[in-house]
Protein backbone atom coordinates (compact mmCIF):
# COMPACT_ATOMS: atom_id res chain seq x y z
CA UNK A 1 0.00 0.00 0.00
CA UNK A 2 1.25 3.44 -1.13
CA UNK A 3 2.08 5.80 1.95
CA UNK A 4 -0.47 8.33 1.61
CA UNK A 5 -0.18 9.99 4.69
CA UNK A 6 2.15 12.36 4.16
CA UNK A 7 0.64 13.81 0.98
CA UNK A 8 -2.81 13.75 2.41
CA UNK A 9 -4.32 16.70 4.51
CA UNK A 10 -7.46 17.95 6.31
CA UNK A 11 -9.11 20.79 5.73
CA UNK A 12 -12.60 22.13 6.82
CA UNK A 13 -15.28 21.85 5.44
CA UNK A 14 -16.93 25.11 3.77
CA UNK A 15 -20.30 25.66 2.00
CA UNK A 16 -18.72 25.73 -1.45
CA UNK A 17 -17.76 21.88 -0.51
CA UNK A 18 -21.40 20.73 -0.66
CA UNK A 19 -21.72 20.02 -4.80
CA UNK A 20 -19.06 17.71 -4.31
CA UNK A 21 -19.88 15.89 -1.31
CA UNK A 22 -23.08 15.41 -0.69
CA UNK A 23 -23.41 12.82 -3.81
CA UNK A 24 -20.61 11.03 -1.70
CA UNK A 25 -23.46 10.60 1.13
CA UNK A 26 -25.29 8.00 -0.93
CA UNK A 27 -23.61 5.50 0.12
CA UNK A 28 -24.70 2.08 2.37
CA UNK A 29 -25.44 3.38 6.32
CA UNK A 30 -24.66 7.18 4.83
CA UNK A 31 -27.48 10.09 3.88
CA UNK A 32 -28.67 13.39 3.75
CA UNK A 33 -31.34 15.14 5.89
CA UNK A 34 -34.60 14.86 4.32
CA UNK A 35 -36.87 17.92 4.39
CA UNK A 36 -36.13 21.39 5.16
CA UNK A 37 -33.07 19.74 6.91
CA UNK A 38 -31.99 18.60 3.58
CA UNK A 39 -31.10 22.65 3.00
CA UNK A 40 -29.67 23.22 6.26
CA UNK A 41 -27.64 20.58 6.58
CA UNK A 42 -24.60 22.12 5.08
CA UNK A 43 -25.06 25.20 7.67
CA UNK A 44 -25.43 22.81 10.48
CA UNK A 45 -21.79 21.29 9.79
CA UNK A 46 -20.17 25.03 9.57
CA UNK A 47 -21.81 26.97 12.71
CA UNK A 48 -22.20 23.76 15.53
CA UNK A 49 -18.94 23.73 17.07
CA UNK A 50 -19.52 20.14 18.54
CA UNK A 51 -19.00 19.15 15.08
CA UNK A 52 -15.57 19.06 13.16
CA UNK A 53 -16.16 18.39 9.21
CA UNK A 54 -13.22 18.05 7.86
CA UNK A 55 -12.37 17.33 3.58
CA UNK A 56 -9.03 15.49 2.44
CA UNK A 57 -7.20 16.38 -0.13
CA UNK A 58 -4.34 15.49 -2.18
CA UNK A 59 -2.53 17.52 -4.61
CA UNK A 60 -5.64 19.32 -4.77
CA UNK A 61 -8.12 16.38 -5.48
CA UNK A 62 -11.16 16.26 -2.79
CA UNK A 63 -10.21 12.35 -1.59
CA UNK A 64 -13.09 12.16 1.14
CA UNK A 65 -15.00 13.68 4.15
CA UNK A 66 -14.49 13.43 7.29
CA UNK A 67 -17.00 14.38 10.18
CA UNK A 68 -16.71 14.28 14.10
CA UNK A 69 -19.51 14.58 16.28
CA UNK A 70 -17.78 15.22 19.80
CA UNK A 71 -19.81 14.40 22.88
CA UNK A 72 -19.36 16.13 26.07
CA UNK A 73 -16.74 13.20 26.85
CA UNK A 74 -14.65 14.47 24.18
CA UNK A 75 -15.58 10.73 22.58
CA UNK A 76 -16.30 11.38 18.72
CA UNK A 77 -18.72 9.51 16.41
CA UNK A 78 -16.50 9.52 13.04
CA UNK A 79 -18.27 9.15 9.33
CA UNK A 80 -15.20 8.75 7.05
CA UNK A 81 -16.45 8.93 3.24
CA UNK A 82 -13.99 8.60 0.76
CA UNK A 83 -14.87 9.95 -2.65
CA UNK A 84 -16.11 7.09 -5.09
CA UNK A 85 -13.98 7.37 -7.57
CA UNK A 86 -11.23 6.84 -4.63
CA UNK A 87 -12.17 4.14 -3.25
CA UNK A 88 -9.52 1.22 -2.58
CA UNK A 89 -6.83 3.00 -3.11
CA UNK A 90 -5.48 3.49 0.67
CA UNK A 91 -7.28 6.73 1.22
CA UNK A 92 -9.38 5.58 4.12
CA UNK A 93 -6.98 4.72 6.05
CA UNK A 94 -4.72 7.61 5.10
CA UNK A 95 -7.73 9.92 5.79
CA UNK A 96 -8.50 8.25 9.35
CA UNK A 97 -4.83 8.67 9.97
CA UNK A 98 -5.05 12.43 9.80
CA UNK A 99 -8.12 12.56 11.67
CA UNK A 100 -6.43 10.20 14.12
CA UNK A 101 -3.49 12.86 14.52
CA UNK A 102 -6.15 15.92 14.35
CA UNK A 103 -8.33 13.88 17.18
CA UNK A 104 -4.94 13.76 19.52
CA UNK A 105 -3.76 17.66 18.84
CA UNK A 106 -7.42 18.92 19.53
CA UNK A 107 -7.76 16.16 23.23
CA UNK A 108 -10.20 13.87 21.96
CA UNK A 109 -10.13 10.66 23.99
CA UNK A 110 -11.58 8.50 20.94
CA UNK A 111 -13.90 7.77 18.46
CA UNK A 112 -17.49 5.78 17.66
CA UNK A 113 -18.23 4.59 14.68
CA UNK A 114 -22.14 3.01 13.85
CA UNK A 115 -21.67 0.73 10.60
CA UNK A 116 -24.93 -0.88 9.25
CA UNK A 117 -24.40 -4.53 10.24
CA UNK A 118 -24.55 -5.71 6.33
CA UNK A 119 -21.43 -3.26 5.32
CA UNK A 120 -18.87 -5.77 5.49
CA UNK A 121 -16.27 -3.38 3.80
CA UNK A 122 -16.83 -0.78 6.71
CA UNK A 123 -16.69 -3.23 9.31
CA UNK A 124 -13.54 -4.13 7.88
CA UNK A 125 -11.56 -1.22 7.80
CA UNK A 126 -12.87 0.50 11.06
CA UNK A 127 -11.29 -3.38 12.41
CA UNK A 128 -8.38 -2.96 10.43
CA UNK A 129 -7.79 0.81 12.14
CA UNK A 130 -7.72 -1.09 15.23
CA UNK A 131 -12.08 -0.38 16.27
CA UNK A 132 -13.22 -2.93 18.40
CA UNK A 133 -17.30 -3.65 18.28
CA UNK A 134 -19.23 -2.59 21.28
CA UNK A 135 -22.46 -3.79 20.76
CA UNK A 136 -25.67 -3.66 18.56
CA UNK A 137 -27.74 -0.73 18.14
CA UNK A 138 -30.86 -1.33 16.04
CA UNK A 139 -29.11 -2.34 12.64
CA UNK A 140 -25.68 -0.72 13.18
CA UNK A 141 -22.34 -2.44 15.25
CA UNK A 142 -21.37 0.21 17.49
CA UNK A 143 -17.70 0.41 17.22
CA UNK A 144 -14.83 2.10 19.52
CA UNK A 145 -11.39 3.10 19.48
CA UNK A 146 -9.50 5.22 21.82
CA UNK A 147 -7.37 8.02 20.53
CA UNK A 148 -4.59 7.16 21.99
CA UNK A 149 -4.49 3.14 21.46
CA UNK A 150 -1.67 1.93 19.94
CA UNK A 151 -2.39 -0.40 16.50
CA UNK A 152 -4.06 -3.35 18.78
CA UNK A 153 -2.25 -2.54 21.99
CA UNK A 154 -4.30 -1.71 25.18
CA UNK A 155 -5.10 2.18 25.13
CA UNK A 156 -3.63 4.32 27.86
CA UNK A 157 -5.87 5.74 30.38
CA UNK A 158 -5.13 9.50 30.37
CA UNK A 159 -7.71 10.65 33.06
CA UNK A 160 -7.28 8.10 35.40
Known amino acids: MLDLAGSLHLRPFALADVAVVEPWLAGPGLSVPSGQLRHDWPRHLVGNQRI ?12 GFVRLDVGPDRIAEITLVVAPQHRRAGFGSAMFFAALLHARRTGLRGFVAMVDISNAPALSFFADQGFVQDGIVGDRIRMQRFVHASDHAAPLDLDG
Not at 52 to 63: F, M
Open 52 to 63: IALIAERHGLNL
